[in-house]
């Protein structure tokens, strides 16, 4: 029997717990530098352990990886595949980029897109496309809406993160910025508690369990 061809599977409106942004492109695409795409993107980068970031707590990673687990399975039946059997982990490490302020013990992925991303506050009222740089900068507490998307890459499973939404939650200390960020604790109140936190996540770097839910910014 011939191999089935492979069609990509899109998982939608996949909610992140809180973190930080790392080098946005969000009001324009990435057209400069070293290594341009032409897209517009995002690095988010998440605490584990409490404290680690003024106004965030340890990132509860399970409803973002029961998306990549569940894009796996619908993507590839029956070939029993972990987050570690793709061609790159979506997940990395923040320690494997020292040179990096603000990285050290996180868990970190990347969302792009070809479209201007949806950029809103708190509240959910839109950003304007002329404030977006400034309210949306490298170091402010965020969270974002992704689609998880399956790729095979000569033949090899592999699943990318598509950025839809990305939503501010708090100011924080610029990265490269002095300060000690306090104005990001200020911003934060005690319906954040089950966005903000919880969790244990070494496992999304090295196998694991499968739990998790997913859902919408509500």
């Given amino acids: 029997m011939a191999k089935q061809e492979f069609k990509p599977v899109f998982i939608n ?4 717990p809180g973190g930080r942004l790392s080098f946005p492109h969000l009001a324009k695409p990435d057209s400069v530098g070293k290594y341009p795409d032409g897209k517009f993107k995002g690095t988010f980068l998440f605490p584990m352990k409490d404290g680690q970031f003024p106004g965030l707590k340890k990132a509860d990673m399970s409803r973002l990886k029961k998306a990549v687990l569940d894009c796996i399975s619908e993507s590839w039946p029956g070939q ?3 987050i570690n059997d793709l061609a790159h982990n979506p997940f990395r490490k923040g320690d494997d980029k020292p040179e990096l302020v603000g990285y050290e013990g996180t868990i970190l992925i990347t969302a792009k897109t070809k479209n201007r991303p949806q950029c809103v ?4 009222a839109t950003i304007d496309v002329e404030d977006v740089s400034s309210e949306l900068y490298g170091g402010v507490n965020c969270r974002a809406v992704l689609t998880v998307m399956s790729y095979e890459m000569s033949n090899k499973p592999g699943i990318t993160f598509l950025l839809e939404t990305v939503q501010k939650l708090s100011d924080s200390e610029r990265f490269g910025a002095s300060g000690n960020g306090a104005a990001a604790l200020d911003a934060l109140d005690d319906d954040d508690e089950d966005l903000l936190g919880g969790g244990d996540d070494e ?3 090295g196998g694991g369990d499968e739990d998790g839910m997913g ?4």
């Fill in 121 to 124: 506050y708190r509240d959910k």
């Fill in 215 to 218: 859902g919408l910014l509500d």
């Fill in 203 to 205: 496992d999304l770097l």
């Fill in 80 to 82: 029993q595949l972990g």
């Fill in 13 to 16: 409106n996949v909610v992140t």
